[in-house]
């Protein structure tokens, strides 16, 4: 097999290598075969969450997969010799599951389970992710804080361990799950350019053309979509799937979950994907950032500073408070001391949507132990019992359960 992904320049495989070496990949390989293209990654978590597991690792595709992409292209290649494959036509490798039926907001509901893509436009769309990731990450320091911290968090958001994962994999037709996942890999690539920007560092030429078209350059979210738009990659999908991928990638990181559009199928399941993609980004922030932000003094210290907070008081401000009472969202920008932070932080469980979503937050700890640290650190016992309230009444009516 020959690779499709040898670099043209040392510069390049230089980009590659120091790329691997920030996601702590124990393999990437992509190689194109006769009949298309395989790709296999996987990551080994160094300091895994202790109520996840030790290490575990993500598969972007397992071989079971591979082969199903295998069969698809070759089953397109048999009917287009055959002069039976329409122009474009997905060819469908696996049985189809029944409505989709899962909990939102407390409520059951049920969505269209036809295919949006196929396994072969997936391998694909990673292939060219791939071929277009050194120019991306191109100027970017190996230290710099979105490298490996914002590609391992993707990785976790991929992850198909994890609760919310389960459920999906359970429920979703094989090919939407797979392309979900896909979405929890690339759905941070923004962060590249924005953290450049950030740093006010100059663009490369490659990287400015992403940026054309960029409404909101303050938006990631709308810089991962236009690159997978200039990298060919929304092209591989149908219209209605590329709408559906562009506009989750584009909203995952909106302050509030986005309202459903009209009741239109490809609105309804538009807006489940963007819904099931930010409960997965927000467990992956969360196994990514509580024990920092609870523990690490000096992670203390710097949220303190760069939110211009009071450290450690014991103190919550009583219009914060009330505004977490009400199941809001709360505003950084009226934050007096560092519990005010904790609480907001707290607070990003109002916008969980999915009960599988809230279920994971609780079993794998966070829930728990920001509410330990509120009885432990919160002088005023009312305060805490307030906090805690709150938090188990917004719980259960999503429908998951504390211990």
Same mark, same amino acid.
């Given at each position: ?60 595709? #397992? ?100 609760? *919310? ?31 450049? *920007? ?11 053309? *992403? ?101 450690? #008081?014991?103190?919550? #401000? ?48 966070? *829930? ?36």
């Amino acid at each position: 097999m020959n690779s499709d992904f040898s670099p043209a320049s040392e510069a390049e495989q230089t980009a590659k290598v120091e790329y691997q070496k920030t996601r702590s990949l124990q393999e990437f390989a992509a190689t194109q075969t006769e009949t298309g293209a395989e790709f296999v990654a996987t990551q080994a978590w160094t300091k895994g969450p202790q109520k996840i597991g030790v290490k575990p690792t993500v598969f972007v595709f #397992t071989p079971e997969q591979i082969q199903a992409g295998r069969e698809e292209m070759e089953q397109a290649l048999a009917r287009k010799a055959a002069g039976e494959l329409q122009e474009n036509e997905p060819v469908f490798i696996y049985e189809r599951k029944p409505n989709l039926v899962i909990m939102i907001n407390g409520q059951e509901q049920e969505y269209s389970n036809e295919p949006l893509c196929t396994y072969e436009q997936l391998m694909q769309a990673y292939k060219l992710v791939e071929r277009n990731l050194p120019e991306l990450l191109e100027g970017l320091d190996i230290n710099d804080a979105w490298g490996a911290k914002k590609l391992t968090h993707e990785l976790v958001v991929a992850a198909g361990k994890s609760g *919310i994962s389960t459920e999906m994999k359970r429920a979703m037709q094989a090919e939407n799950y797979a392309l979900l996942n896909f979405l929890g890999m690339v759905h941070d690539l923004g962060r590249a350019i924005d953290s450049k *920007i950030r740093s006010g560092k100059e663009l490369t030429s490659a990287q400015q053309e *992403i940026m054309k078209g960029v409404k909101n350059e303050k938006n990631h979210g709308e810089i991962s979509a236009s690159a997978l738009r200039k990298w060919g990659v929304s092209n591989l999908f149908n219209p209605e799937t590329r709408e559906i991928v562009e506009y989750a990638i584009i909203h995952h990181s909106d302050k509030s979950t986005p309202a459903l559009e009209s009741n239109s199928e490809t609105d309804r399941i538009k807006h489940l994907i963007t819904t099931v993609l930010r409960d997965k980004d927000k467990i992956g922030l969360f196994l990514g950032k509580t024990d920092k932000y609870l523990y690490d003094l000096e992670e203390i210290k710097n949220q303190c500073k760069k939110n211009n907070l009071a450290e450690p #008081t014991g103190q919550i #401000t009583p219009s914060v408070l009330g505004t977490f009472e009400n199941n809001e969202a709360i505003d950084r920008n009226g934050l007096v001391s560092y519990e005010d932070f904790m609480l907001q932080y707290l607070a990003w469980i109002f916008d969980m949507n999915t009960q599988a979503g809230m279920q994971e937050a609780i079993e794998c700890g966070f *829930i728990e132990k920001m509410l330990q640290w509120f009885k432990e650190k919160v002088k005023s016992e009312e305060d805490y019992q307030r906090i805690k309230k709150a938090t188990y009444t917004f719980v259960e009516k999503q429908g998951a359960k504390i211990a």
